[in-house]
């Protein structure tokens, strides 16, 4: 299946900037299942706040069958995002499970 995203960049005081999902123009992508794919937001700590297009039905724990349809919106992240993303990734996560308590 060929399929194909595109964004563009607002550029501010001539510095180039990633499009929110609310700016997103782009062409959204359909999966192997014929749905929509879903923009997501990558919290590894491998590619720290990383969008990127999933099958629709796929989610952790999800009992319905989902294809294996995977591709990233942005660029890989530069080496400073990797040093301080972890830690804010961290954070979040910590402050995520306090408040299920």
């Given amino acids: 299946m060929n399929s ?5 960049l607002s550029v501010q005081s001539g510095r180039k900037q990633r499009p929110t999902d609310l700016q997103w123009s782009g ?4 999966c192997g299942c014929n749905l929509q794919a879903s923009m997501k937001t990558s919290l590894t700590y491998s590619n720290p706040g990383r969008r990127f297009f999933s099958c629709h039905r796929y989610s952790a724990g999800s009992k319905q069958p989902a294809c294996n349809f995977f591709q990233w919106v942005d660029p890989p992240t530069c080496p ?4 301080i993303l972890p830690t804010y990734i961290k954070k979040v996560k910590t ?5 299920r308590m």
């Fill in 4 to 8: 194909s995203s595109s964004f563009s």
């Fill in 27 to 30: 062409v959204f992508s359909v």
């Fill in 80 to 83: 400073r995002g990797h040093e």
């Fill in 95 to 99: 402050m995520e499970e306090e408040l």
